[in-house]
């Protein structure tokens, strides 16, 4: 079992997510980490979770926001055999090599998008994120059994990319496990995908 740790980010705390709720988000209080620092709470989690691989949804960015590419600057660097998949809301492939081409190189390397349901604005665009040789990750996001999906990813199947993330956003933080339903919806849907939830 690979184990995939994920940080939400905001305003340079990492917050502890709440039923998608992200208005009431507050810097999480850990026996594990002892502090909402980004760069501790990443060590200590990929060191936990025997890792090499991180998921930072930068809640700044999902919200609107400019991304906080100064903390995804420090945690590359702090953790320098640590992948990272990263959703900063991205609307399409544009947006993910923007932000990408501000980092260096090696560390841009090190990135996989993860582009969301809830961001991607356009079919078009849902088939330019993952035209090869694309290395993203597509994260269908919902709530309370109702797609976020302003471009109709959802009905999309086709165009789906071989790994899904299942993003239930009303359990996050609820201590209810993973939703099986709707991972056996998926799955019956993109029967080879891999799935993540």
Request: charged share 20%; net charge neutral.
């Amino acid at each position: 079992m690979h184990i995939i740790p994920v940080i939400d980010l905001l305003d340079g705390q990492v917050v502890r997510a709440v039923r998608g709720e992200r208005r009431h988000y507050r810097a999480i209080a850990s026996a594990l980490c002892g502090s909402a620092d980004p760069r501790i709470v990443a060590r200590r989690l990929c060191e936990h979770c025997a890792t090499d691989t991180l998921y930072l949804a930068d809640l700044n960015a999902l919200q609107g926001r400019p991304p906080q590419l100064e903390w995804l600057r420090t945690l590359l660097q702090d953790q320098p055999d640590v992948a990272l998949w990263l959703d900063a809301g991205f609307s399409g492939p544009d947006a993910a090599a923007h932000l990408l081409a501000r980092l260096a190189p090696t560390a841009a390397a090190r990135v996989t998008p993860v582009y969301g349901s809830e961001s991607l604005r356009s079919r078009e665009a849902l088939a330019a994120c993952f035209a090869p040789p694309s290395r993203a990750l597509l994260s269908l996001d919902h709530r309370q059994g109702a797609p976020l999906d302003p471009a109709g990813v959802w009905e999309l199947p086709a165009q789906w990319p071989r790994r899904l993330i299942v993003m239930t956003l009303s359990s996050v933080g609820s201590d209810g496990g993973p939703d099986l339903d709707t991972l056996a919806a998926v799955r019956a849907r993109a029967p080879d995908a891999q799935l993540i939830g």
